[in-house]
Structures are given as C-alpha cells and as structure tokens.
C-alpha cells in the first residue's frame, strides 16, 4: 500500500456519499485539486463534521484509495467565519470558487492560486454592500491574471473625463479574443473565427475595467482612487467579465445566479 501524504488544503466543494460520507474537493497548495473521502463526517457526532465544511483551511493527512483517497487526519487552521455572517459575501465566496475549481489543476503545485484565493475570502470578510461586489472583481482579475487569460486592451482607449460624462460613450468587447475595439473602428472588426458575439460597455464601466487590471501599485495614492461609479456600472463590468469566463472555461457559472439574487435587480445593459 503506498504511504500516506500530507496537504494543507482548503474545500471548494462538498456532497454527500454513500449513508454517511462527504466527497471533497479540496484545493491544495502543493498537489493541487484533490478529490477526497471523509468517512463518516455526516455523522452528527463525527470530528470532521465542521473542518469538512466549505471554506476550511485544514492539515491533512491523507491514505491513498483505490479509487479516492480518504481523509485518515484532519487538523483545522482557519474557517473564515465571518464570510458565512451576509448572504453576499458567502455568494461571492461561492462565486470564486467556482472559478477556482475549473482553473485549478490536479498533481500540480498551485500555491500562487492557493493563496488568491485565501486571500479573497480574507478581503471578502471585511466588506458589505456594494463594496462586496468591487472587492469581487479585483479578486477575479487577478486570478484570471495568473491563469494568463485576462482581457487586453490599449490605454490609448481609456475614456477622458469628457467621455465619462457622456452617456452615449461605448466601447466594443470581442468575447473571444478577449480584446476591446473603438466602435470608430469597422462594426465587422468586432468579430473573429470562433467568436460568438461581443458586448458594449460604457465609459464607467471601461474605467472600472482599466482600474481592476492596473498593478496594485499603480493604484496607491490620489491617481489610483477607485472610480466613484453606481452600482449598475460595477454590475455591468461582472457581467462582462461572466460573459468572457464562460465563453473561455466552455462552463456556465451556475454561482452567479446567487450573486444576482443578491444585487438584484440588475439593470439591463445597454
């Protein structure tokens, strides 16, 4: 029998097996997305009722299956317990996850993506309201960003503060090549081989793009405030971004429907 293994590990994903078992999906820092089982955590005096909950950093030690490996210790670090006190925190949460599991790969050291997403539901933990949904975006940037597959776009298109005024202002987003174009441009440039279909933001919404990608030290001090845009602009910039993600990752994003229970109602793009 192979040896048992160690793994701090944090759970994206949870359901029942069997009468009283939990399958786990578990994101690792140094083996990646592991699918374990924890024997008997639905019992309702079982240890690992609780560290086999969403969210919970745990030590593990691990004994390989033959066809899933099992649980054998599970020491807990940290649950993040104030992400579960708002319903929208909780769904961002949900969100991200859901993210992370068709990023994340099995058998590889992730511990960059590990650590996003640690640090998201950290950040996640100290906002309400609308803040939820700003912190939500930054986060998702910058993993889309260590996947390598963030939107690019040319700064010279960065709308001016007479634009931003300007309600009629938009800008073209081609969903499959992830790429921006000025709607002085041809309408047929919108499209490419394999695209199927683009999206229009408005000025708000293309500086809270510009603002989410700059570099964190782009963004200290006066220059890199956050853009004072509604509600409605930081919505429509998820949307776009839901669009893209699922266009990329060919899976719908059955989280978000949470999301917009959350925020809703959300007002239709434009």
Known sequence: MSPTYKAVGINLKAMPLGES????????????????????A???????GGRTALFVVNHLLIRP??????????????????????????????YVAEIVLYLARQQQTQADLFDLFCQTLQDLEQVQGRAVMETLLESIWQILAWAGITPQWDESWLPDNQDLLNPDWRIGFNL???????????????YVRGTHGFSLLSAGEFQILAWIAAPVEARQGEMGRR???PLAAWLGV?????????????????????LDSC?????AST
């Open 42 to 48: 639905r019992q309702p005096k079982s240890k690992l």
């Open 21 to 40: 078992d939990r399958l786990l999906t578990v994101l690792t820092r140094d083996q990646g997305l592991l699918k374990l089982v924890a024997a008997g």
């Open 227 to 229: 853009p004072i845009q």
């Open 176 to 190: 499959g090549a992830g790429s921006f174009v000025p709607l002085s441009q041809p309408l047929s440039s919108l």
């Open 65 to 94: 299956g033959r066809t899933l490996d099992k649980i054998a210790q599970c020491e807990l670090i940290y649950a993040y317990p104030r992400l579960s006190q708002h319903l929208t925190t909780l769904a961002a949460g949900q």
């Open 263 to 267: 925020f809703s109602p959300i007002p």
């Open 238 to 258: 998820e949307r776009l971004l839901r669009q893209y993600m699922q266009f990329h990752l060919e899976h719908p994003l059955k989280a978000a429907s949470l």
